[in-house]
């Protein structure tokens, strides 16, 4: 039903910046949704990083305040991430999130490496 598609992972020394983005495609019909960022780091938890409803409501994790910032376009069918004083523990991948009616459906990620 939906394709997630992300892009913008890179390599980057501490303290850069990327932005990531997330393109939703082969929906019917646009529905209310909330799409969201999550990170996993070899051998730990995938982890929340942000999300954003179809009207704009935002949530981060606490690891990315103040750092991070989410949001998308609704006519592109689009989200994005905009990383900013990046840090060796960002490192991950990162993983774009689509809900809605209670089914939640998965990009297969974006690879972000920071080196101090």
């Known amino acids: 039903q939906v394709r997630l598609v992300e892009s913008g992972g890179d390599s980057v020394q501490a303290g850069g910046s990327l932005r990531l983005s997330c393109v939703a495609s082969g929906r019917s019909f646009i529905t209310v949704n909330t799409m969201g960022w999550y990170r996993q780091a070899a051998g730990d938890q995938r982890e929340f990083v942000a999300s954003i409803t179809y009207f704009g409501d935002i949530n981060y994790g606490d690891s990315v305040k103040g750092r991070f910032t989410v949001s998308r376009d609704n006519r592109k069918n689009t989200a994005y991430l905009q990383m900013s004083s990046l840090k060796p523990e960002d490192t991950g991948v990162y993983f774009c999130?689509?809900?809605?009616?209670?089914?939640?459906?998965w990009g297969k990620g974006t690879l972000v490496t920071v080196s101090s």
């Open positions: 999130k689509y809900s809605t009616r209670g089914m939640d459906f």
